[in-house]
């Protein structure tokens, strides 16, 4: 069992910097998968970033590829998404997902879901 909590959402300006960040509790934190995910006002849930258990594999969807970076920090059962250059078509409440489920090779859900951390990107 793993419990997530979200931290560090806010209101940024568009172009601006912003770090979410994740905190995980459990023991087998550092054998899963771990992403984050985005969920915007009428929208669809939808796939954002992931890092493998171990770091060194990361995805991300085309629209934020070059912008946000995930990271995870296994001895401090923590993960991480740098957002860089924001869009307003960034906001949304940011959930962090762990022990990801794959269709094929890409993240499609978790077994494990924070509450969410809610960014607001201004023009």
């Known amino acids: 069992q793993v419990q997530l909590v979200e931290s560090g959402g806010g209101s940024v300006q568009a172009g601006g910097s912003l770090r979410v960040s994740c905190a995980a509790s459990?023991?087998?934190?550092?054998?899963?998968?771990m992403g984050w995910f985005r969920q915007a006002p009428g929208k669809e849930r939808e796939f954002v970033a992931a890092?493998?258990?171990?770091?060194?594999?990361?995805y991300y969807v085309d629209f934020v590829k070059g912008r946000f970076t995930i990271s995870r920090d296994n001895a401090k059962n923590m993960v991480y998404l740098q957002m860089d250059s924001v869009k307003p078509t960034d906001t949304a409440v940011y959930y962090c997902?762990?022990?990801?489920?794959?269709?094929?090779?890409?993240?499609?859900?978790?077994?494990?879901w924070g509450q969410g951390t809610q960014v607001t990107v201004s023009s």
């Open positions: 997902a762990g022990d990801l489920r794959y269709s094929g090779s890409w993240p499609r859900t978790a077994e494990y």
């Open positions: 890092i493998n258990w171990n770091g060194r594999v990361t």
């Open positions: 459990g023991r087998s934190f550092s054998n899963y998968d």
